[in-house]
């Protein structure tokens, strides 16, 4: 019989191929831009879009199907996923590849939550931070495979060939999960409107705002990572693959050890040394040019704090209100790409009306913000437990 933790790294290898649709665009975008013949900023919206449909149908598809069995719920998902990777391979032009974009991002939302969900109730007691850190390591790991293997791909046989890969894989995929995963029944239904209702929490509006400025700062510079390392820190372009590589296995290993830390360390050690490091090296980042291995370095310690991040802040939104798990993991998922979205559109912003390399300052002030919301809630967090005490006193 298959163990817990085996059943995990498929979830994990599932994720990495919905991570590599969204993030295979920023290492090609320069390519996607003169094929399809659009700006720069116009090929970035496509992140934003993708993103944007990811937020907002996600939590309203998972309302609806959460007393469906998780296996069943996870194939099907892919099934869309698989489909819309084959239109976005065979469809020509912007607005039909915008099409593609937007069936791929309501696939890729409802499989990622999913894979979340069976990660968390699968786990033994004590590693679910781990158990969701792995399945997140796979979708960071899209970075290494997604990214520089896709700038290779996009070389040699055109930037669509790219998600006809995916495609077949994904098929391969549906068919791994239909044996590997058991049935599972989904959670007692909660009305959008109740899942909604968990906004107006002062916890929950916080640490949704901390995933918010932390990963929309990233964005901003990351969506443009690929133009920005060939026109503002002169990478040759011949070493671009492997730069992109580097932040890769850094973001993979991040997301790991940021997982391991929390569950040794704690949320809050995690997360301020996380967003402390993130800030440092996007400034650096601005700094370090016309030398390959500075920039190197800088990449690896900005993608590795970056991801450190990503399972900690994941798990920290569980524990805020544990009843309802479920919820929190795809509001903070609808969260995580509106971030996205939002900071590919003010990226777009910026290089369109000032320059490409204001893009690392934006990122860092998103960073400054998420602290002080992280700081905030920690205040609030105190307070209610002094007030739980006097009560119970």
């Not at 831009?33 to 309203?60: H, R």
């Not at 290494?144 to 669509?160: E, M, Q, S």
């Not at 109740?194 to 929950?204: D, E, F, I, Y």
Request: charged share 10%; glycine share 10%; net charge positive.
């Amino acid at each position: 019989m298959m163990s817990s933790s085996s059943k995990v790294y498929i979830l994990a290898i599932v994720s990495f191929l919905v991570g590599t649709s969204e993030y295979a665009l920023s290492g090609i975008l320069d390519k996607v831009a003169a094929s399809l013949d659009v700006s720069l900023a116009a090929a970035g919206q496509l992140i934003t879009i993708f993103s944007l449909i990811y937020a907002l149908c996600t939590p309203i598809l998972m309302a609806v199907t959460a007393s469906m069995d998780r296996r069943k719920l996870i194939i099907i998902s892919m099934g869309i996923f698989v489909v819309s990777n084959i239109l976005a391979f065979v469809l020509p032009g912007y607005g039909l590849f915008v099409v593609a974009r937007i069936l791929m991002a309501i696939g890729a939302g409802v499989v990622v939550v999913t894979a979340l969900n069976i990660a968390a109730k699968i786990a033994p007691a004590g590693k679910q931070a781990s158990s969701i850190a792995t399945v997140v390591m796979g979708f960071t790991a899209s970075l290494i495979v997604g990214v520089p293997l896709g700038r290779i791909t996009a070389d040699t046989l055109g930037w669509k060939s790219v998600f006809g890969a995916i495609a077949l894989l994904g098929i391969i995929a549906m068919v791994i999960l239909s044996f590997a995963i058991p049935r599972m029944k989904g959670d007692v239904p909660v009305p959008l409107r109740q899942q909604l209702s968990l906004l107006k929490k002062p916890k929950v509006a916080l640490g949704l705002a901390i995933t918010f400025f932390w990963l929309g700062g990233y964005s901003i510079t990351y969506t443009y990572l690929s133009p920005y390392l060939l026109k503002v820190s002169e990478i040759n372009e011949q070493y671009l693959s492997g730069a992109l590589l580097v932040f890769g296995i850094a973001s993979m290993i991040g997301s790991k050890l940021g997982g391991l830390s929390a569950d040794r360390w704690g949320v809050n050690r995690t997360l301020f040394g996380g967003f402390t490091l993130h800030i440092m090296m996007l400034i650096l980042l601005s700094v370090v040019t016309h030398t390959l291995a500075g920039v190197m370095i800088v990449l690896l310690l900005w993608s590795f704090s970056a991801w450190s991040s990503g399972p900690t802040q994941q798990y920290h939104l569980t524990t805020i209100e544990p009843e309802a798990s479920g919820v929190m993991l795809s509001l903070n998922q609808s969260m995580m790409q509106l971030a996205m979205a939002a900071g590919a559109g003010m990226g777009g912003i910026a290089v369109e009306s000032f320059s490409l390399s204001s893009i690392t300052w934006l990122g860092a002030a998103g960073i400054v913000i998420a602290i002080f919301a992280l700081v905030i809630l920690n205040k609030v967090n105190v307070v209610s437990k002094v007030n739980v005490n006097q009560q119970l006193s």
